[in-house]
Structures are given as structure tokens and as C-alpha cells.
């Protein structure tokens, strides 16, 4: 079945870093990527995504390329800032199941 | 803008009772679904539905129950909430476009 593996958190880093979250999925097929972030005690927002093999998302600094040879969607972001800091999911729709499939989320914390 | 909106950001209640979370959106979306998360476990879904009246458990249906009477509407029961029942409670609602998440209901069982 479909399955997304994201890199483990938490990341931390300062304030201006360069900021990587690896993904990696497997899937039937090219399905669209997703990238959620949740900030704390909020729900999940779609932060970017990508519907085709080679796509670049982006949205708020972020972005993330649609990487078919390597099944990959890792987000990136020159610049982070202490607002930046929340739970970042990568996520596949559900093709044919119905359910959609997110990764366990990489908590990103920014220090000043 | 779309929305998904859940009812309570947080609850109480006490072992035992009977808890419902209800859940709305304005998208006519068919797919709605019921997560909750806990620290270090990701998302876990409960129950889905894809269709008024049509519901279909999840990874983790045990001690819960859904109602989907109205396309808009999507409560989550919780039949005798107990102690391991405590979590933050997600709707959402969607298809493979995009998902749309309410901002969750905090719900601590005492």
C-alpha cells in the first residue's frame, strides 16, 4: 500500500538557518504531494503541494519539489524564523481508498 | 475561504459518559474523517465516511462511533469515555485535491 516516511524530529535550529525535512513515498501510480504544517494546538493546515513529477510547491518561503526518480518531496526553506516553528506533515491523497496517507510529522523548533 | 469547524477546542468530561464531537464543513465534500493524535504516535484515523449515512472504521475504531445524517455534519461518539480516551480529536474533510482540517478538540477525560 502507499506509505510516506519523513525524517524523524525534532529539528532545531536558529533563527536564519537553512531548513531541510526529507520525504520519501510509495505509490501506485503519480499521485499529487502535499505538505501540512500545524502550529501548536491548532489543526493541520496545506502549506504547499505539487500535482505532477517535477512541480515545485512553494508558499510562504517554503518549497518543495516533486522529485519522481527519487519518490521524494522534501521541504525546504532558506530562511527560518522563530514563527516557522510547529509540526510539518508530508502527505499523499488517497488515490482510489478514500484515505489519504500522512507521514508522522517532523517537529521543527526555531530559536531566536 | 473554506472551512471545516469543529464545535469545542476543549472539553472535559467524566469516565463514563456519553461524549459526542461534532464536526462541519461548507465544502460539500463527500470524504469526511475523524483523526485523533497523540505525542510521538502521528495521526491516527478513527473513522471516515465518504458519503451521507455510509461510514467505515479507521485503524482505531474501538470505544468510538460516528453519525453522518447530513453531507455537512460528521459527530464522533465516544460511547463511556475512559481515561485513554484523553487526546486532541481532528476533523477533516476532502478529497485528493486537498484536505481541510478543523483546528481540533482538546479532550481530557477525568
Known amino acids: 500500500g502507499d506509505s510516506v516516511t519523513q525524517m524523524e524530529g525534532p529539528v532545531t535550529l536558529s533563527e536564519e538557518a537553512f531548513l531541510t525535512i526529507n520525504c520519501t513515498y510509495t505509490?501506485?501510480?503519480?499521485?499529487?504531494l502535499f505538505w501540512y504544517v500545524q502550529y501548536p494546538g491548532e489543526g493541520l493546515q496545506l502549506l504547499l503541494k505539487a500535482t505532477k513529477a517535477d512541480d515545485k510547491g512553494s508558499n510562504k518561503g517554503f518549497e518543495a519539489t516533486y522529485r519522481k526518480e527519487t519518490t521524494s518531496f522534501h521541504l525546504e526553506k532558506g530562511s527560518v524564523q522563530v514563527s516557522d516553528s510547529a509540526v510539518y506533515f508530508c502527505?499523499?491523497?488517497?488515490?482510489?481508498?478514500?484515505?489519504?496517507?500522512f507521514g508522522r510529522g517532523t517537529s521543527l523548533i526555531v530559536h531566536p | 475561504d473554506v472551512k471545516v469547524t469543529q464545535s469545542s477546542r476543549y472539553l472535559v468530561k467524566r469516565t463514563g459518559e456519553k461524549v459526542f464531537l461534532e464536526c462541519v464543513q461548507d465544502m460539500d465534500h463527500e470524504n469526511m474523517f475523524w483523526y485523533r493524535q497523540d505525542p510521538g504516535l502521528g495521526l491516527r484515523l478513527i473513522y471516515f465516511s465518504y458519503d451521507v449515512k455510509m461510514k467505515e472504521k479507521g485503524d482505531i475504531p474501538e470505544g468510538y462511533s460516528v453519525s453522518r445524517e447530513k453531507k455537512e455534519r460528521f459527530s464522533l461518539i465516544l460511547e463511556s469515555a475512559s481515561t485513554n480516551q484523553t487526546s486532541m480529536y481532528l476533523c477533516?474533510?476532502?478529497?485528493?485535491?486537498?484536505?481541510?482540517f478543523g483546528s481540533g478538540t482538546r479532550l481530557t477525560v477525568v
Open positions: 477533516a474533510g476532502g478529497r485528493d485535491y486537498g484536505y481541510t
Open positions: 502527505a499523499l491523497p488517497s488515490g482510489g481508498s478514500y484515505i489519504p496517507t
Open positions: 505509490a501506485t501510480g503519480y499521485p499529487s
